[in-house]
């Protein structure tokens, strides 16, 4: 088969090349890795996402007509990669059933938290290879991702997080990573969009742990199956889910934090409460 290829950068970006794996259903044989760059060892990677490649509930499996897009980040061990992960609907099996897509980018963790990097241009990046390629299969070129220049300075982390949850829930979710590495929150984001939580779970991401230096943690902008729940440490979902007790339940709308602060972590909780501002002082200057 011929191989598929990205799409080459314009000569004015400054692109970073990104290994990427594409994770999904090929016809009479199955969930498998049907693409990878090519050369890519993804046996280093697949332990992480084992298990969850596409943990969608039963009940979107069965909505055809449903929307499927979601965002998923797993840190990796060696501390050097964060995999960002993309889940949609996949081609339909050989019987004509639904499936789902998992694409997968190995981002560079040094780029990432030096603000070269943003997550919201990989995703983009990812969206724009799936809408050309939707049936990618074989060895694939490196994912081109733009960089931010150096000249924009440094990067605006949370910036419109105002706009997704109050300070307080902010502020709560931080102080349980902060009591515990391997809490686990469910954050309510009732009657809000797919892309809403997509951009939830990215600023999150950004926020806590480039600018606060919280530890990353793996996250879903949707709730997976319960067998598949326990492998995150958050969870965006816009209604409960069934979790045991080691699970906290935040809503996005909280009007009072509920934890006390964590003591001499003073500089987290002055990094929080100055993306809140910025970010609703710049929405109100538009």
């Known amino acids: 088969m011929v191989p598929t290829e990205s799409t080459a950068p314009s000569a004015a970006e400054d692109p970073v090349a990104c290994d990427h794996w594409v994770f999904a259903v090929v016809p009479n044989v199955g969930y498998t890795t049907k693409a990878m760059s090519r050369g890519f060892d993804a046996g280093l990677f697949d332990p992480y996402l084992r298990g969850h490649y596409t943990p969608i509930r039963a009940a979107a499996a ?12 797993t840190p990796v061990k060696t501390g050097r990669e964060l995999l960002l992960s993309r889940i949609t609907r996949g081609m339909p099996d050989e019987a004509g059933r639904p499936t789902f897509t998992n694409h997968t980018v190995v981002a560079r963790l040094d780029l990432l938290k030096a603000g070269r990097l943003t997550l919201e241009a990989v995703y983009k990046a990812m969206a724009a290879f799936d809408a050309k390629t939707p049936d990618a299969q074989g060895a694939l070129e490196l994912l081109q991702v733009p ?10 982390w949370g910036d419109g997080i105002h706009k997704h949850m109050t300070f307080a829930a902010l502020e709560t979710l931080a102080t349980r990573f902060m009591r515990d590495a391997t809490s686990r929150t469910l954050l309510l984001c009732r009657n809000t969009t797919a892309q809403a939580r997509n951009e939830t779970l990215t600023l999150l991401v950004e926020l806590l742990s480039f600018r606060c230096g ?21 969870v965006i979902a816009q209604r409960g889910v069934r979790a045991d007790s080691s699970w906290a339940i935040l809503e996005s709308a909280l009007t009072e934090h509920v934890l006390p602060r964590v003591p001499d972590r003073e500089e987290v909780y002055r990094a929080l409460n100055a993306a809140v501002r910025q970010s609703a002082d710049a929405a109100r200057a538009v």
């Open 147 to 156: 960089l931010r220049p150096e000249s924009q300075g440094p990067p605006s």
């Open 62 to 73: 069965q909505d055809i007509d449903g929307e499927v897009d979601l965002r998923m980040t």
């Open 214 to 234: 919280i530890p990353l943690f793996a996250s879903i902008s949707d709730a997976p199956r319960s067998s598949a729940l326990n492998h995150f440490g958050l």
